[in-house]
């Protein structure tokens, strides 16, 4: 899995497969859409507004846990 982020655009995307072709993107919101490829699995999840989206309640930080071990990151966001 990998997330980026494009400062330019506000755009921040999750990528959980890192080869997908022929996806449908599915809107879901003005500020979220999901890429699904043929077979009906998740591609990645593209948050438009970014900044705003990722930062909501949180100070501006992303927690990352690993459920099975119970490792934690966490990654400073920088809002605008």
Known sequence: MKLTYDP??????IRFREKCSEVDTVRISDELN???APD???C????????EQLAR???GRLLVVNESTGD???VRLNAA
């Open 40 to 42: 009906g699995s998740i």
């Open 34 to 36: 999901i890429d699904v």
């Open 57 to 59: 309640g949180d100070l």
């Open 72 to 74: 934690r990151t966490e």
């Open 8 to 13: 330019r655009y506000n755009v921040a995307y």
């Open 44 to 51: 990645g999840i593209e948050l438009l507004n970014a900044n």
